[in-house]
């Protein structure tokens, strides 16, 4: 499984996990909006993030924490390569 794959796995099976207890984990779908849909709340991304950090090793920005870089799987899993690279970079 590709590196791109096995984050949205993880992000998607942490997400049904806490925030959509009772829905069959089929409807969210990689390109479900999480923050503008109501899924993840403003209360919910701390948990979000905490996880992202954790799971992944890296640091989110403050200019991160916004709809245009957190509001899919999709674009979760790209803001973590591109992290992950950055912090390849800088070892």
Same mark, same amino acid.
Request: hydrophobic share 45%; aromatic share 4%.
């Given at each position: 499984?590709a590196?791109?794959d096995? *984050?949205? =796995?993880? &992000?998607?099976?942490?997400?049904?996990?806490? +925030? @959509?207890?009772?829905e069959?984990?089929?409807? %969210? $779908?990689?390109?479900t909006?999480?923050?503008?849909?109501? *899924?993840? =709340?403003? &209360?919910a991304?701390?948990?979000?993030v905490? +996880? @992202?950090?954790?799971?992944?090793?890296?640091? %989110? $920005?403050?200019?991160?924490?916004t709809?245009?870089?957190?509001d899919?799987?999709?674009?979760i899993?790209e803001?973590v390569?591109?992290?992950?690279?950055a912090?390849a970079?800088?070892?």
């Amino acid at each position: 499984m590709a590196q791109g794959d096995q *984050i949205r =796995s993880g &992000v998607r099976a942490f997400i049904a996990d806490k +925030f @959509l207890v009772g829905e069959p984990p089929e409807s %969210l $779908r990689d390109s479900t909006l999480l923050m503008t849909t109501g *899924i993840v =709340s403003s &209360v919910a991304m701390l948990e979000l993030v905490a +996880f @992202l950090e954790n799971t992944y090793n890296i640091t %989110l $920005r403050q200019d991160d924490l916004t709809p245009d870089r957190l509001d899919s799987v999709d674009l979760i899993a790209e803001l973590v390569m591109e992290l992950q690279g950055a912090n390849a970079v800088r070892q």
